[in-house]
């Protein structure tokens, strides 16, 4: 009786851990910074109208990923920014789709807008679950106006420069 009950406390606690390993390692997995734009003057206007600097997710899973409780920096000295829950607007990066994050300061337009602006002189941008366990980031040097970065093809290793930008689109 009392080996049963080892055995299966032992079991239960295997259980818990690899479940949240799976976790970590799905964020980790399929959630990409897929391309930004550092120095936006005309290509993509935020919900206000105004052409704000813009980091792109990438979700590869066939899951919907909500990203509501994670973080945003946009370098590794300053505080990290939480991405908020809320009623009104949709945190969720779709299965094989993308979301938009504006680094504009501007945190009363909702909470995809990060208390941040990406420096065009060179900067990076982190990303990191709830756990703050690091998930994705990228550094970048001088950045030209309206000429973005992005992963090529979409969640590759390859970082390469968009003359015409794909915000909430593919890179392929
Ligand atoms: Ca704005
Ligand atoms: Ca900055
Ligand atoms: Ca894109």
């Known amino acids: 009786m009392r080996n049963l009950l080892l055995k299966n406390t032992l079991f239960l ?3 818990f851990f690899l479940t949240n390993c799976e976790d ?3 964020e980790k997995k399929y ?3 897929n391309e930004f734009l550092a120095s936006n003057n005309s290509v993509y ?9 813009w980091v792109e ?31 009104q607007f949709s945190t969720i990066v779709p299965a094989n789709g993308y979301l938009i994050i504006w680094f504009d300061k501007d945190q009363d ?7 941040e602006k990406l420096s ?8 990191y679950n709830a756990e703050r366990v690091l998930i994705d980031s990228v550094t970048f040097g001088v950045q030209e106006t309206d000429i973005s970065m992005g992963r090529y093809p979409d969640g590759s290793d390859r970082w390469v420069k968009f003359t015409t930008p794909t915000p909430a689109k593919s890179n392929n």
Do not use: K
């Open 109 to 115: 337009q909702g909470p995809l807008h990060i208390g």
């Open 45 to 53: 206007a935020d919900e206000i109208g105004e052409y704000d600097d």
């Open 31 to 33: 959630l990409f910074i």
């Open 57 to 87: 997710l990438y979700n590869s899973s066939s899951d919907p990923i909500d990203i509501s409780g994670m973080y945003l920096a946009d370098n590794l000295e300053d505080n990290l920014n939480v991405i908020p829950s809320s009623n």
């Open 13 to 15: 606690f295997t259980l």
């Open 24 to 26: 970590e390692s799905i």
């Open 120 to 127: 065009a002189d060179g900067e990076g941008v982190y990303l």
